[in-house]
């Protein structure tokens, strides 16, 4: 559904097929999870609780199966991090620095999260914040470099960006605007965790890291305004090449809208409930 509201003709027709030729995962929610590297904008700045965070509040969900609103991050005497359930803290020795769940609602705003692209080095990335580009910027091509729009791999890690970390990132089939052969392109995407470059692609195809646990924030981020975004996306897009792309009426938008509509609603109501 989410690939049927993508303007991009050979994008809905290609996408699907790129994902599993490139074992790419796919959540629950449609979206799917993709890697590429980043640069820290200040080097030698600790980023180890942005680290600590990011990895711990994804591990808790997608490989724990446990809500990050129940553990803290703690720090012991010696510096090092650890993570401790509620049940537990009273017991822990060192300083309560939050909970788990708190902190990374924060990530966007700590200082020491800041990343950039290689390339450009204009790109504002923080672990937590979707990152996004004017999608009428962004190229078609089925090359798998040198092409505007911020590029993703699955296990062709070398593939993107010479940075000095890597990230995993969710992607919305919605707003993909490019493929290659092992690369695609999109106008945004969410970095929701740093990972050891050399253990980047063993990180997102280990079988107990359940990605399907992973979205469910950001698909309710997603779905508002849907409607209208389907709708000026296409809008944009048409405008912009000459070739036909094919019709889809406001009717079969509405009807994909108010399935994904309900899937909003059933969503919201499993996160309140586990809250």
Same mark, same amino acid.
């Given at each position: 559904?989410?690939?049927?509201?993508?303007?991009?003709?050979? +994008?809905?027709?290609?996408?699907?097929?790129?994902?599993?030729?490139?074992?790419?995962?796919?959540?629950?929610?449609?979206?799917?999870?993709? /890697?590429? @590297?980043?640069?820290?904008?200040?080097?030698?700045?600790? =980023?180890?609780?942005?680290?600590?965070?990011? =990895?711990?509040?994804?591990?808790?969900?997608?490989?724990?199966?446990? *809500?990050?609103?129940?553990?803290?991050?703690?720090?012991?005497?010696?510096?090092?991090?650890?993570? $401790?359930?509620?049940?537990?803290?009273?017991?822990?020795?060192?300083? +309560?620095? #939050?909970? %788990?769940?708190?902190?990374?609602?924060?990530?966007?705003?700590?200082?020491?999260?800041?990343?950039?692209?290689?390339?450009?080095?204009?790109?504002? !990335?923080?672990? #937590?914040?979707?990152?996004?580009?004017?999608? *009428?910027?962004? *190229?078609?091509?089925?090359?798998?470099?040198?092409?505007?729009? %911020?590029?993703?791999?699955?296990?062709?890690?070398?593939?993107?960006?010479?940075?000095?970390?890597?990230?995993?990132?969710?992607? =919305?089939?919605?707003?993909?605007?490019?493929? #290659?052969?092992?690369?695609?392109?999109?106008?945004?995407?969410?970095?929701?965790?740093? +990972?050891?470059?050399? $253990?980047?692609?063993? !990180? %997102?195809?280990? !079988?107990?890291?359940?990605? %399907? $646990?992973?979205?469910?924030?950001?698909?309710?981020?997603? /779905?508002?305004? /849907?409607?209208?975004?389907?709708?000026?996306?296409?809008?944009? $897009?048409? #405008?912009?090449? *000459?070739? =036909? /792309?094919?019709?889809?009426?406001?009717?079969?938008?509405? @009807?994909?809208?108010?399935?994904?509509?309900?899937?909003?609603?059933?969503?919201? @109501?499993? +996160?309140?409930?586990?809250?």
């Amino acid at each position: 559904m989410w690939c049927c509201l993508n303007p991009r003709a050979e +994008v809905a027709d290609q996408l699907y097929r790129f994902l599993t030729d490139n074992s790419f995962r796919i959540t629950k929610q449609g979206f799917f999870v993709a /890697l590429r @590297n980043v640069v820290t904008v200040t080097p030698g700045e600790d =980023n180890t609780l942005v680290q600590f965070v990011s =990895n711990a509040y994804n591990k808790v969900k997608a490989v724990w199966k446990k *809500n990050p609103a129940d553990y803290s991050v703690v720090k012991k005497d010696n510096g090092d991090l650890i993570l $401790e359930s509620h049940n537990n803290i009273t017991k822990a020795k060192g300083t +309560v620095v #939050g909970s %788990l769940s708190d902190l990374y609602k924060s990530l966007p705003e700590m200082k020491e999260n800041r990343f950039t692209d290689a390339h450009t080095r204009t790109f504002d !990335i923080r672990v #937590g914040r979707p990152v996004n580009m004017p999608m *009428n910027e962004c *190229n078609w091509s089925t090359a798998d470099c040198a092409h505007a729009g %911020l590029h993703f791999t699955a296990d062709q890690i070398h593939y993107v960006g010479c940075g000095d970390t890597s990230v995993l990132v969710l992607i =919305n089939p919605m707003k993909v605007v490019g493929i #290659g052969a092992h690369k695609g392109r999109c106008y945004e995407y969410l970095p929701i965790m740093t +990972v050891p470059r050399h $253990e980047a692609t063993k !990180i %997102l195809h280990d !079988i107990s890291f359940d990605t %399907l $646990e992973l979205d469910e924030d950001y698909a309710i981020r997603e /779905l508002e305004s /849907l409607e209208e975004k389907a709708k000026a996306g296409f809008t944009a $897009e048409t #405008g912009k090449y *000459n070739f =036909n /792309l094919p019709n889809i009426s406001t009717v079969e938008i509405n @009807n994909i809208v108010n399935s994904l509509n309900e899937m909003k609603a059933f969503i919201t @109501n499993r +996160v309140s409930v586990i809250k």
